[in-house]
């Protein structure tokens, strides 16, 4: 599978903060605050984001055992403070090709975030039955679901927005991604299980004063047309060049589409 930078991911983590749906999150507090003490599974943690937005609501004491592929970025989530009663444990493991050794027989909660969009419906099936096993409840929080709102408005916006949307459907290292349909099809399976699902939107609402993290978004998007080879290198250029300067200039803004979901097995909640 493919993966990210901790610089990418401590400048995205305050966004992603603000971003998460507070009703989904109260969903999962409210499901395990009957549990003296719990384990969760997080998936593709990175540097422990999902852990530091999850353990300071949850009451029970936890145990966290925290997979990726990549071990600096587990050896940055190993080293991070932890809250009282949370203990953590971290398992370099290529989920793209081994989920089932991530999990282990006591697990309460799954948890993961901007995963479900990166990875195959085959995949998607394989935690959703892996965690129906255990009785697991799911959360995934922050999953693309294709909107895009920039502003000031550009005539390639929508043509480069198409192109991304086409490029999150390939193959991220766990088949032909899901991409922007992530999570209604998460959301049908999990019901096809009979698990109980809450959803919401979690958007990111990026104002010009993120200048770098627009400045990297705008980049990551033209870099993603680029490898598509749907557009011309030089029209692509040009929309880059125009949409930096707007953000240099302090008159960008843009919204980007997220979905939050919690699934639990209606028989427990």
Not at 65 to 76: E, Q, Y
Not at 121 to 131: F, I, P, Q
Not at 259 to 267: N, R, Y
């Given at each position: 599978m493919s993966g990210f930078t901790a610089d990418w991911l401590a400048l995205r983590e305050p966004h992603d903060l603000r971003a998460r749906n507070s009703l989904v999150l109260q969903g999962v507090v409210a499901a395990l605050a009957h549990k003296g003490s719990i384990d969760v599974l997080d998936l593709a943690c990175g540097t422990g984001s999902t852990l530091r937005a999850v353990a300071p609501q949850v009451k029970s004491k936890q145990r966290?055992?925290?997979?990726?592929?990549?071990?600096?970025?587990?050896?940055?989530?190993?080293a991070m403070p932890l809250p009282r009663e949370v203990t953590v444990t971290t398992f370099p493991i290529d989920l793209s090709g081994n989920l089932e050794a991530a999990f282990n027989d006591a697990i309460d909660l799954v948890t993961t975030s901007a995963l479900l969009d990166l990875v195959s419906?085959?995949?998607?099936?394989?935690?959703?039955?892996?965690?129906a096993r255990r009785a697991a409840s799911v959360y995934a929080a922050l999953s693309y679901d294709g909107l895009v709102e920039i502003s000031p408005v550009h005539s390639m916006d929508a043509t480069?927005?198409?192109?991304?949307?086409?490029?999150?459907?390939?193959?991220?290292?766990?088949?032909?991604?899901?991409?922007?349909?992530?999570?209604?099809?998460?959301?049908?399976?999990?019901?096809?299980?009979?698990?109980?699902?809450?959803?919401?939107?979690?958007?990111?609402?990026?104002?010009?004063q993120d200048r770098q993290f627009q400045t990297e978004i705008l980049s990551g998007w033209a870099s993603a047309v680029c490898e598509l080879g749907t557009l011309s290198s030089v029209?692509?250029?040009?929309?880059?060049?125009w949409r930096a300067d707007a953000v240099a200039a302090g008159h960008s803004s843009i919204r980007v589409?997220?979905?939050?979901?919690?699934?639990?097995?209606?028989?427990?909640?």
């Open positions: 966290w055992r925290l997979i990726d592929h990549d071990v600096a970025l587990l050896a940055h989530a190993a419906e085959a995949w998607l099936d394989e935690l959703a039955r892996e965690a480069v927005v198409a192109a991304v949307n086409l490029h999150q459907r390939r193959d991220k290292g766990f088949g032909p991604a899901l991409g922007p349909d992530a999570a209604n099809v998460a959301i049908a399976r999990f019901e096809s299980l009979s698990y109980s699902v809450v959803k919401g939107r979690s958007d990111w609402t990026i104002g010009p029209d692509i250029d040009e929309w880059l060049r589409g997220h979905v939050d979901i919690f699934a639990g097995p209606t028989a427990i909640r």
